[in-house]
C-alpha cells in the first residue's frame, strides 16, 4: 500500500512538474493548431508576407453583429476565428465587431446610410425567434483601416441561384482572399499605372465608374487622349510607355494608321493592353424603348493589329439558349404594371469553365450583344477565358431584333456543333508588330518588328465593364441588374484581368 501511495504521490508531482513548465513555456512559445479538415485557419504564406509587413496599427472593423440567423453567425464566427490568426501573425493588428444598427432609429439611418454611401450595401433577411418572424438588416462588411487609408471588406461573396446556407459556405471559403486582399490595399503603397485610352468613342465615364472607383484603391488611373498622336505620336508614344496597362473600352470610332502604331508598339515594348471590342452596333436602350432594332456591322475597328496577334472579333451576334433574364411590362393589374421574366439569349450568361486564375470560382458573367472571337494559329499561347454555352449560334449582320423573339421556342439540332464560342481570350507570348515588314505611318528610328514575352485580354462586349445608374442617376455596382435584382461576376472577372496582366498574381492565386 505504501508503495502504491508513493508511485501515485511521484506521478501526481509529475503531472504538476509538466503543467507549471507548460504554463512557463507559454509565455515565451506561442503556437496554434489548426485541427479543422480544410486548414481554413491557416493562413497562406501570401497573407503572412502581406501582414508581417504591417509596421503600425492596423485596425480591421467588423460590422456584422446584432440579431441575425444561424448562417450568419456561422459567419461571424469564421470571421473571428480567421482574424485572430492574423494577430497571432503580427500583434499590430487591432479586431473590433461593430453593430452598426445599436442606439435609437436616428442613429441606426445615419450609420445605415454612411455605410451605404462608402459602398457597404445591407442585406435585409428574415430572422425566425421563438415562432415570429421579422425582417432585420445586416451589414455583411468590414473595414480595414490603416493611417488615412480605409478600404472595405466584403464578407460575403455575390452568389445566384444559392440558399443563404449555401453562399455562406462559399463566402468563407473567400474570407482569406476578401481581408488580405482590403489589407495590402490599405498598407501597401500604389505603384501601377494604367491608361484610361479617350478620344475614341467610349462610353461617358458614368458608365464605367464603378470599375474606375474600385480601381483608384490599387493602382494610379489616369485617362489618356489619342488626339495628341496627329500632332506628335512618338511623344504620345513614350508618354503611353510610362503606364503599366492600357484599357480601350468600347471604341466606336476607327483608330488611324499612327495611332494603331502608338498602341502596337507600346504593347510590342512590353505594355500590357485589356481591351473591350465591339463589332456590332446594337443597343439594349434602344431595342426596350422601340420593341425592335436593326443591328449592322460597324467595322473590324483595330481589326488588323488584333488579326496578327492572332484573334478576330467577328461581325456577328452570338445568340444563346443560356441567356440571362430580361424583366418585361406584359400588362397591368389595377393600377400596377406587371412585369415578367424572358430569357434574353442576345444577352449570354458565360459561366466559367477554364481552370485559369482569372475565372476559376468566379460567378457566371453577364454579356449583351457581344460577338464571337476567333483565334488564329501563329507563336502566341491563346487561353479562352469565358465562351458560350454549347447551345448556342452566331447572327449574322445586318438583320433586325425584335422583343417578340423573346417567346420564340428553339430546337437543339440548330445549335448541334456550333456553341462553346469564345467571348474573352488571354493571349501570351511573343507579339509581332503589325508594321513588320510594312511602311510605317510615322518614322520611328526606336520601331521594334517583334516583342518581349507580353500579355493582353480581349474581350468581345464593351457592356461587361458597363454600370447601371441608380434613379437618382448614380452608378451602381458593375455586375449588377436593377431590373432582375441579379449580380453577376462582370466585376471580379474585369479585376482579376487587370491584376494578371500586372502580374499581381499573389492574390489572384489565393483567390
Not at 218 to 242: C, G, H, R, W
Amino acid at each position: 500500500m505504501k508503495q502504491a501511495k508513493k508511485t501515485a504521490l511521484k506521478a501526481f508531482l509529475g503531472s504538476v512538474v509538466v503543467v507549471i513548465g507548460l504554463n512557463v513555456a507559454s509565455h515565451f512559445v506561442h503556437q496554434r493548431f489548426d485541427l479543422t479538415h480544410d486548414n481554413r485557419y491557416t493562413l497562406s504564406q501570401t497573407s503572412k508576407d502581406i501582414i508581417e509587413r504591417i509596421d503600425q496599427p492596423l485596425t480591421i472593423e467588423i460590422y456584422l453583429e446584432g440579431n441575425f440567423p444561424s448562417s450568419f453567425k456561422k459567419l461571424q464566427a469564421e470571421t473571428k476565428q480567421l482574424l485572430e490568426e492574423y494577430q497571432s501573425v503580427n500583434n499590430l493588428i487591432d479586431i473590433r465587431f461593430i453593430n452598426p444598427l445599436e442606439g435609437n432609429e436616428s442613429d441606426k439611418l445615419n450609420k445605415a446610410e454612411e455605410l451605404y454611401v462608402n459602398g457597404m450595401r445591407p442585406l435585409n433577411i428574415t430572422v425566425n425567434e421563438k415562432g415570429k418572424q421579422s425582417q432585420e438588416m445586416v451589414f455583411p462588411w468590414g473595414s480595414a483601416i490603416y493611417g488615412d487609408q480605409k478600404v472595405n471588406i466584403p464578407l460575403l461573396k455575390n452568389t445566384m441561384a444559392m440558399s443563404t446556407e449555401e453562399t455562406v459556405n462559399v463566402s468563407v471559403q473567400h474570407l482569406e482572399y476578401a481581408i488580405t486582399d482590403a489589407i495590402q490595399k490599405a498598407t501597401v503603397s500604389k505603384s501601377k499605372k494604367i491608361a484610361v485610352i479617350k478620344g475614341i468613342g467610349e462610353p461617358a465615364d458614368i458608365e464605367v465608374a464603378d470599375l474606375l472607383m474600385s480601381l483608384r484603391s490599387s493602382y494610379f488611373i489616369a485617362p489618356f487622349v489619342m488626339d495628341s498622336v496627329s500632332k506628335n505620336p512618338k511623344t504620345t508614344l513614350e508618354q503611353l510607355k510610362e503606364y503599366d496597362l492600357a484599357l480601350i473600352n468600347k471604341p466606336s470610332k476607327e483608330f488611324t494608321d499612327q495611332e494603331v502604331q502608338v498602341l502596337d508598339q507600346y504593347i510590342i515594348n512590353g505594355g500590357k493592353a485589356l481591351f473591350f471590342m465591339e463589332s456590332v452596333q446594337a443597343d439594349m436602350d434602344s431595342l426596350q424603348r422601340n420593341g425592335e432594332m436593326f443591328v449592322y456591322p460597324k467595322g473590324h475597328i483595330l481589326g488588323d493589329m488584333l488579326f496578327k496577334y492572332g484573334v478576330r472579333v467577328n461581325l456577328v451576334l452570338v445568340k444563346d439558349e443560356v441567356g440571362t433574364p430580361l424583366k418585361i411590362a406584359v400588362g397591368s393589374q389595377g393600377s400596377q404594371t406587371q412585369y415578367e421574366e424572358f430569357v434574353w439569349k442576345f444577352a449570354p450568361y458565360a459561366y466559367p469553365t477554364s481552370q485559369h486564375p482569372i475565372v476559376k470560382n468566379i460567378e457566371g458573367v453577364k454579356f449583351d450583344f457581344a460577338n464571337s472571337i476567333d483565334t488564329l494559329k501563329n507563336n502566341v499561347k491563346k487561353t479562352v477565358l469565358l465562351q458560350s454555352s454549347p447551345y448556342s449560334k452566331t447572327v449574322g449582320t445586318p438583320t433586325m431584333i425584335s422583343l417578340q423573339m423573346l417567346g420564340e421556342e428553339s430546337n437543339p439540332e440548330e445549335y448541334k456543333g456550333k456553341g462553346n464560342l469564345p467571348l474573352a481570350v488571354l493571349l501570351e507570348g511573343d507579339f509581332t508588330s503589325t508594321y513588320n515588314n510594312r511602311v510605317l505611318p510615322f518614322a520611328d528610328k526606336d520601331f521594334k518588328k517583334s516583342g518581349v514575352n507580353n500579355k493582353i485580354i480581349v474581350v468581345s462586349d464593351g457592356d461587361v465593364v458597363r454600370n447601371q445608374l441608380d434613379q437618382n442617376l448614380q452608378p451602381m455596382e458593375l455586375g449588377y441588374d436593377k431590373w432582375t435584382n441579379k449580380l453577376y461576376g462582370n466585376k471580379e472577372f474585369v479585376l482579376n484581368s487587370i491584376n494578371y496582366l500586372t502580374d499581381d498574381n499573389g492574390l489572384l492565386n489565393l483567390r
